[in-house]
Structures are given as structure tokens and as C-alpha cells.
């Protein structure tokens, strides 16, 4: 992996979510990834639980804002701001990588304008 392929993976991600296109889970991840939407939750595996998880046609913007790569392993810094209802999210995406270049391991942490960071 490269910090070119990284990006074009978060692009292609990007795409898929926002067309709401869950067949394109099957381009991005194993067949038996593991996809949580946060580091404590328990992980949807494989591709029919990511795609159900999926479906949310709510308006987004999304921007790629930095790249952190060890080998098979990215970190990746996203910016998304929903407009229905406006919110902004900073997420760091954790993603290990296969040799074929899709995901086997997601782990989103999100946070948000006025998410508390201690317990």
C-alpha cells in the first residue's frame, strides 16, 4: 500500500456511501471484514452486515484531511458535515489492509462538537 492507494480507497468509500451503493461493500472490504463504527462496539462482519449498515441517504460533504500508512496498516483524519441534520463529524479511520487491496479491519472513532472526551 501506498498513500495513493489509501486515498483512492477513502474516494471510492466516499462514493459508495454517498450513492447509498451497498454491492460496492463487496469492492472495498474481504468478505470477512470486521467494520466498527466505533473502537468498543462490537464489529459487523462481513459484507451483509456492512452493507445493511449502509443504508442512509442523509446529504454529506466529506474531506480526506491527512494519511498516516505502515505498510497494510492506515490511520486516516476525515472531516463529515451532514446537512439534514447539520452536523460535523472528525473521524480517524483505522484500516488494515489486505494484499488485494480491500479492507479487513475498520474501526471508526468519531467525535463530534460538544462530545464529551472522558467518561
Request: proline share 7%; hydrophobic share 40%; charged share 30%.
Amino acid at each position: 500500500m501506498d498513500t495513493n492507494a489509501v486515498g483512492r480507497w477513502v474516494t471510492e468509500y466516499e462514493r459508495a456511501w454517498r450513492d447509498c451503493n451497498a454491492p460496492a461493500v463487496r469492492d472495498l472490504f474481504t468478505e470477512d471484514a470486521h467494520y466498527l463504527t466505533s473502537p468498543y462496539e462490537a464489529p459487523l462482519v462481513g459484507h451483509d452486515a456492512i452493507e445493511a449498515f449502509w443504508n442512509d441517504p442523509r446529504p454529506f460533504e466529506m474531506d480526506l484531511e491527512s494519511v498516516t500508512l505502515d505498510g497494510f496498516h492506515a490511520v486516516v483524519r476525515v472531516r463529515v458535515t451532514y446537512r439534514e441534520p447539520d452536523q460535523e463529524y472528525l473521524d480517524l479511520w483505522e484500516l488494515d489492509f489486505a494484499p488485494d487491496g480491500r479492507v479487513e479491519h475498520f474501526v471508526e472513532w468519531a467525535y463530534w462538537p460538544g462530545k464529551s472526551f472522558t467518561a
